[in-house]
């Protein structure tokens, strides 16, 4: 069954440090997504992307945030100076079609901001 | 806005015993509903949907029936095993839009 892979799948990196998180949609899929759930809280949408800009954004995705999809595979989230309040758990997820049809979800990045 | 309520965790069943995670939500218009499960390790996977009102989800034992009165969606099952041992998250997808909304999920652990 196709996957939505993401990597690595634990990261530390220091505070004021840009973190870079990857993964790899499933390969017929238009729209891509990124979720992040804080320990102990709930799974929040950050972003959604398609036709390679953002189609919607949360309230959490601000100028720290980017997304880019750099080449046909890839989907990366970047987070440019990275906060202790960013250690969470991200989530990528790619869809076929717009809606919650065949939307898969990877296993998570587990980010830890010391 | 729309948001999901979904019973704290965690909970610890014996084998064989009937479980039941309530959920709740608060949504404009007809949202679709879904249960998630992670098992440890791994990502979010779908266990069940219902998209309309009424409609009831099932899957691997476990069912939720869309209750529009009550604005809910609990999940239950019979008779739960140790491979069931898990977090399970309540999700909604509102009518427009493609973002899903989700609870702070539940940790089942099922002891033999």
């Known amino acids: 069954e196709p996957e939505v892979t993401q990597t690595p799948s634990h990261q530390v990196t220091q505070m004021g440090q840009e973190v870079i998180l990857r993964c790899v949609p499933i390969?017929?899929?238009?729209?891509f997504y990124w979720y992040r759930q804080i320990l102990g809280q709930k799974v929040e949408f950050l972003v959604s992307?398609?036709?390679?800009?953002?189609?919607?954004k949360s309230e959490i995705f601000d100028d720290q945030f980017s997304v880019e999809r750099p080449d046909g595979s890839n989907f990366t989230l970047k987070i440019r100076s990275t906060k202790l309040e960013d250690s969470a758990m991200y989530f990528c997820?790619?869809?076929?079609?717009?809606?919650?049809?065949?939307?898969?979800f990877g296993s998570g990045t587990r980010l830890t901001v010391v | 806005g729309d948001s999901v309520t979904q019973m704290e965790g965690p909970v610890t069943l014996s084998e064989e015993a009937f479980l039941t995670i309530n959920c709740t939500y608060t949504?404009?218009?007809?949202?679709?509903l879904f249960w998630y499960v992670q098992y440890p390790g791994e990502g979010l996977q779908l266990l069940l949907k219902?998209?309309?009102?009424?409609d009831k989800g099932s899957n691997k034992g476990f069912e939720a029936t869309y209750r529009k009165e009550t604005t809910s969606f609990h999940l239950e099952k019979g008779s739960v095993q140790v491979s069931d041992s898990a977090v399970y998250f309540c999700?909604?997808?509102?009518?427009?839009?493609?973002?899903?909304?989700f609870g702070t999920g539940t940790s089942l652990t099922v002891i033999p």
């Open positions: 997820a790619s869809s076929e079609r717009r809606g919650s049809y065949g939307y898969t």
């Open positions: 999700a909604l997808t509102p009518n427009t839009g493609n973002q899903f909304y």
């Open positions: 219902a998209t309309k009102a009424d």
């Open positions: 949504a404009t218009g007809y949202p679709s």
């Open positions: 992307f398609y036709n390679n800009e953002i189609s919607e």
């Open positions: 390969s017929n899929h238009l729209y």
